[in-house]
Protein backbone atom coordinates (compact mmCIF):
# COMPACT_ATOMS: atom_id res chain seq x y z
CA UNK A 1 0.00 0.00 0.00
CA UNK A 2 0.86 3.53 -1.10
CA UNK A 3 1.69 6.23 2.01
CA UNK A 4 -2.03 6.62 3.08
CA UNK A 5 -3.06 10.12 2.74
CA UNK A 6 -5.54 10.04 6.10
CA UNK A 7 -7.70 13.16 4.67
CA UNK A 8 -8.98 10.71 2.16
CA UNK A 9 -8.48 7.48 4.25
CA UNK A 10 -11.88 4.78 3.24
CA UNK A 11 -12.72 1.72 4.84
CA UNK A 12 -14.37 -1.08 2.39
CA UNK A 13 -16.99 -3.13 4.21
CA UNK A 14 -18.77 -6.38 2.90
CA UNK A 15 -22.33 -6.94 4.29
CA UNK A 16 -23.13 -10.56 4.16
CA UNK A 17 -26.93 -11.30 5.17
CA UNK A 18 -29.90 -12.82 3.22
CA UNK A 19 -32.42 -9.76 4.42
CA UNK A 20 -31.61 -7.53 2.06
CA UNK A 21 -33.47 -4.64 3.85
CA UNK A 22 -31.49 -5.03 6.87
CA UNK A 23 -28.12 -4.96 4.83
CA UNK A 24 -29.45 -1.43 3.10
CA UNK A 25 -30.04 -0.09 6.70
CA UNK A 26 -26.61 -1.17 7.70
CA UNK A 27 -25.18 -0.25 4.34
CA UNK A 28 -26.82 3.10 4.96
CA UNK A 29 -25.40 3.80 8.13
CA UNK A 30 -21.69 3.19 7.04
CA UNK A 31 -21.87 5.34 4.46
CA UNK A 32 -23.23 8.11 6.40
CA UNK A 33 -20.05 8.20 8.64
CA UNK A 34 -17.98 9.66 4.96
CA UNK A 35 -15.71 7.02 6.10
CA UNK A 36 -17.33 3.72 5.11
CA UNK A 37 -17.36 2.28 1.77
CA UNK A 38 -20.15 -0.61 1.98
CA UNK A 39 -20.93 -3.31 -0.14
CA UNK A 40 -23.90 -5.92 0.20
CA UNK A 41 -24.23 -9.75 -0.82
CA UNK A 42 -26.74 -11.98 0.40
CA UNK A 43 -24.14 -15.44 0.41
CA UNK A 44 -20.88 -16.28 1.88
CA UNK A 45 -20.15 -17.54 -1.41
CA UNK A 46 -20.90 -13.94 -3.35
CA UNK A 47 -18.64 -12.42 -0.14
CA UNK A 48 -15.89 -15.40 -1.01
CA UNK A 49 -15.45 -14.31 -4.61
CA UNK A 50 -15.55 -10.81 -3.54
CA UNK A 51 -12.39 -11.13 -1.37
CA UNK A 52 -10.58 -13.31 -3.46
CA UNK A 53 -10.44 -10.66 -5.96
CA UNK A 54 -7.32 -8.90 -6.75
CA UNK A 55 -8.34 -5.55 -7.28
CA UNK A 56 -10.61 -5.74 -4.54
CA UNK A 57 -10.12 -4.80 -1.17
CA UNK A 58 -12.03 -5.38 1.86
CA UNK A 59 -11.31 -4.09 4.97
CA UNK A 60 -13.97 -5.81 7.02
CA UNK A 61 -17.24 -8.16 6.98
CA UNK A 62 -20.06 -7.31 8.64
CA UNK A 63 -22.36 -11.08 8.64
CA UNK A 64 -25.34 -12.52 9.72
CA UNK A 65 -25.02 -15.41 11.81
CA UNK A 66 -28.09 -17.67 13.27
CA UNK A 67 -27.78 -21.68 14.80
CA UNK A 68 -28.05 -23.31 11.68
CA UNK A 69 -25.38 -21.17 10.23
CA UNK A 70 -22.86 -21.04 12.86
CA UNK A 71 -22.35 -24.49 12.69
CA UNK A 72 -21.60 -24.99 8.70
CA UNK A 73 -21.14 -22.03 6.74
CA UNK A 74 -20.19 -18.83 8.71
CA UNK A 75 -17.45 -20.33 11.01
CA UNK A 76 -16.13 -21.79 8.04
CA UNK A 77 -16.20 -18.78 6.27
CA UNK A 78 -14.78 -16.59 9.36
CA UNK A 79 -12.06 -19.38 10.12
CA UNK A 80 -10.75 -19.32 6.08
CA UNK A 81 -10.76 -15.22 6.03
CA UNK A 82 -9.81 -14.11 9.37
CA UNK A 83 -6.13 -13.16 7.85
CA UNK A 84 -7.18 -11.90 4.74
CA UNK A 85 -10.36 -9.51 6.12
CA UNK A 86 -11.65 -9.67 9.98
CA UNK A 87 -15.34 -10.20 10.56
CA UNK A 88 -17.67 -8.89 13.09
CA UNK A 89 -21.06 -10.99 13.45
CA UNK A 90 -24.66 -9.87 13.83
CA UNK A 91 -27.21 -12.30 15.35
CA UNK A 92 -30.42 -12.58 16.74
CA UNK A 93 -29.50 -15.42 19.29
CA UNK A 94 -29.31 -14.16 22.37
CA UNK A 95 -26.75 -16.38 23.94
CA UNK A 96 -23.21 -15.69 25.93
CA UNK A 97 -22.65 -19.52 24.54
CA UNK A 98 -23.12 -18.68 21.19
CA UNK A 99 -21.52 -15.63 20.74
CA UNK A 100 -18.07 -16.92 22.40
CA UNK A 101 -18.36 -20.06 19.77
CA UNK A 102 -18.79 -16.99 17.02
CA UNK A 103 -15.54 -15.58 18.48
CA UNK A 104 -14.06 -18.87 18.75
CA UNK A 105 -14.67 -19.45 15.03
CA UNK A 106 -12.35 -16.77 13.98
CA UNK A 107 -15.22 -13.78 14.50
CA UNK A 108 -13.37 -10.04 16.11
CA UNK A 109 -16.83 -8.81 17.91
CA UNK A 110 -20.75 -10.19 18.13
CA UNK A 111 -23.53 -7.81 18.17
CA UNK A 112 -27.24 -8.29 18.99
CA UNK A 113 -29.02 -7.73 15.69
CA UNK A 114 -32.51 -7.22 17.45
CA UNK A 115 -30.85 -4.18 19.66
CA UNK A 116 -28.21 -3.28 17.24
CA UNK A 117 -25.84 -0.49 18.62
CA UNK A 118 -25.03 1.18 15.39
CA UNK A 119 -22.56 3.70 16.93
CA UNK A 120 -20.61 1.31 18.67
CA UNK A 121 -20.70 -0.79 15.52
CA UNK A 122 -19.23 1.75 13.58
CA UNK A 123 -16.73 2.56 16.12
CA UNK A 124 -15.73 -0.99 16.01
CA UNK A 125 -15.46 -0.87 12.45
CA UNK A 126 -12.75 1.78 12.33
CA UNK A 127 -10.97 0.09 15.17
CA UNK A 128 -10.85 -3.66 13.85
CA UNK A 129 -10.02 -2.66 10.10
CA UNK A 130 -7.12 -0.32 11.20
CA UNK A 131 -5.30 -3.00 13.56
CA UNK A 132 -5.92 -5.43 10.95
CA UNK A 133 -4.06 -3.24 8.51
CA UNK A 134 -1.39 -2.93 10.78
CA UNK A 135 -1.39 -6.39 12.35
CA UNK A 136 -3.38 -9.30 10.55
CA UNK A 137 -2.51 -11.40 13.35
CA UNK A 138 -2.46 -9.00 16.31
CA UNK A 139 -3.06 -10.56 19.73
CA UNK A 140 -2.82 -8.13 22.51
CA UNK A 141 -2.04 -10.99 25.41
CA UNK A 142 0.52 -12.41 22.88
CA UNK A 143 4.35 -12.71 23.82
CA UNK A 144 5.22 -12.09 19.79
CA UNK A 145 7.44 -9.37 19.65
CA UNK A 146 5.22 -7.46 16.43
CA UNK A 147 2.23 -8.00 18.95
CA UNK A 148 4.05 -5.78 21.51
CA UNK A 149 4.92 -3.53 19.20
CA UNK A 150 1.64 -3.27 17.63
CA UNK A 151 0.25 -2.66 21.34
CA UNK A 152 3.09 -0.06 21.46
CA UNK A 153 1.93 1.92 18.88
CA UNK A 154 -1.63 1.82 19.61
CA UNK A 155 -1.25 3.44 23.37
CA UNK A 156 1.20 5.44 22.91
CA UNK A 157 1.08 6.81 18.91
CA UNK A 158 4.54 7.73 18.29
CA UNK A 159 5.25 10.39 15.79
CA UNK A 160 8.30 8.55 13.83
CA UNK A 161 9.74 5.20 13.33
CA UNK A 162 12.60 5.56 15.23
CA UNK A 163 10.14 6.68 18.41
CA UNK A 164 7.85 3.46 17.68
CA UNK A 165 11.19 1.22 17.69
CA UNK A 166 12.67 3.44 20.83
CA UNK A 167 9.34 2.46 22.64
CA UNK A 168 9.13 -0.48 21.82
CA UNK A 169 12.88 -1.91 22.69
CA UNK A 170 14.20 -2.27 19.47
CA UNK A 171 16.27 -0.84 16.50
CA UNK A 172 14.41 1.50 14.24
CA UNK A 173 15.80 -1.46 11.31
CA UNK A 174 14.57 -4.39 13.36
CA UNK A 175 11.09 -2.35 13.47
CA UNK A 176 11.40 -2.16 9.75
CA UNK A 177 11.96 -5.11 9.14
CA UNK A 178 8.92 -7.03 11.43
CA UNK A 179 6.10 -4.01 9.75
CA UNK A 180 7.27 -5.51 6.25
CA UNK A 181 7.45 -8.95 7.12
CA UNK A 182 4.09 -8.75 9.22
CA UNK A 183 2.21 -6.15 8.37
CA UNK A 184 0.01 -5.37 5.67
CA UNK A 185 1.17 -1.82 5.18
CA UNK A 186 4.18 0.80 6.03
CA UNK A 187 5.80 1.45 9.24
CA UNK A 188 4.86 5.42 8.02
CA UNK A 189 1.22 4.03 7.29
CA UNK A 190 1.17 2.16 10.39
CA UNK A 191 1.61 5.27 12.25
CA UNK A 192 -0.63 7.44 10.51
CA UNK A 193 -3.69 4.57 10.77
CA UNK A 194 -2.87 4.55 14.50
CA UNK A 195 -2.74 8.39 14.59
CA UNK A 196 -5.94 8.44 12.81
CA UNK A 197 -7.51 5.57 14.66
CA UNK A 198 -6.61 7.63 17.97
CA UNK A 199 -8.73 10.03 16.90
CA UNK A 200 -11.87 8.31 17.57
CA UNK A 201 -15.25 9.99 17.17
CA UNK A 202 -13.53 13.02 15.20
CA UNK A 203 -13.69 10.64 12.18
CA UNK A 204 -17.49 10.11 12.36
CA UNK A 205 -19.26 12.44 10.56
Known sequence: MSQLQISDFKIHVLVIDQDKEYSMILCETLSKTGICIPQDVTTFAEAQKMID????????????????DINEAAPEFIR????????????????????AYCCQAGAKKVFDKKNLDKAELVKDVYAI???????????????DTFDYATGVLLQKCPKTVT????????TDRQLRGLVKQKSKVSAKNALSLAAWLKNGENNIK
Open 53 to 68: RSNNRIDVCILEADPG
Open 80 to 99: NNKRKTPCIVVTQVQSAAFG
Open 129 to 143: ACIHLINPDYNPDGS
Open 163 to 170: FWAECTGI
